[in-house]
């Protein structure tokens, strides 16, 4: 149900825009887990596209926005660094809007794309 794509290899400060096809009306939100590390938070978006949550790490560097009749989620994420490295997941689920920063609330999971971020 969920499909993320639109990752690759970028050098330090470029961009990169994150694709997600995610039909019906679910919140959606994208996780990233880098090497060695835990899965975290990266942005969520209600289905309406009306709401939208950041991770502190990417606040003023990365949007997220949806095109509902494309059923379609982007991630445009700007002024990458190294440290962006990661595979990067698409979740949804329905329901309230509270709680979207924790995987653990999702029901649908995409497989990952990796995005390189080199210095």
């Known amino acids: 149900q969920l499909q993320a794509s639109g990752g690759g290899l970028v050098q330090a400060g470029g961009s990169l825009r994150l694709s997600c096809a995610a039909s019906?009306?679910?919140?959606v939100g994208w996780f990233r887990r880098a090497p060695g590390k835990e899965r975290e938070f990266v942005a969520a978006?209600?289905?309406?596209?009306?709401?939208?949550y950041y991770a502190d790490s990417v606040k003023g560097r990365f949007t997220i926005s949806r095109d509902n009749a494309k059923n379609t989620v982007y991630l445009q994420m700007n002024s990458l660094k190294p440290e962006d490295t990661a595979v990067y997941y698409c979740?949804?689920?329905?329901?309230?809007?509270?709680?979207?920063?924790?995987?653990?609330?999702?029901?649908?999971w995409g497989q990952g794309t990796l995005v390189t971020v080199s210095s």
């Open positions: 979740a949804g689920r329905s329901g309230s809007y509270y709680t979207l920063e924790a995987g653990s609330s999702y029901t649908y």
């Open positions: 978006i209600i289905w309406s596209g009306g709401t939208t």
């Open positions: 019906g009306r679910i919140h």
